[in-house]
């Protein structure tokens, strides 16, 4: 990798990967916190693929002293 500049630092990773043989446009994400859907899908983070017109949902755990999500 380059060196960045100061304003692009540090970098952050993603919480989640897949390969391009499962899908080719992530589009994402937003963490449902409603009660329409039930008590199952609160707290997940919901993403899709565009071009393949799926989407789907990932528990994650949250580091209450940094707030970092991890999937």
Do not use: C, K, N
Request: proline content about 7%; glycine content about 14%.
């Amino acid at each position: 990798m380059t060196s960045l500049p100061p304003a692009y630092e540090p970098l952050i990773g993603p919480i989640h990967e897949y390969d391009h043989t499962v899908g080719q446009s992530i589009t994402g994400g937003y963490v449902y916190r409603g009660s329409a859907l039930g008590s199952a899908f609160q707290g997940r983070y919901f993403f899709a693929d565009f071009i393949q017109g799926r989407v789907w949902s990932l528990g994650l755990t949250i580091d209450p002293g940094t707030r970092e999500a991890r999937a």
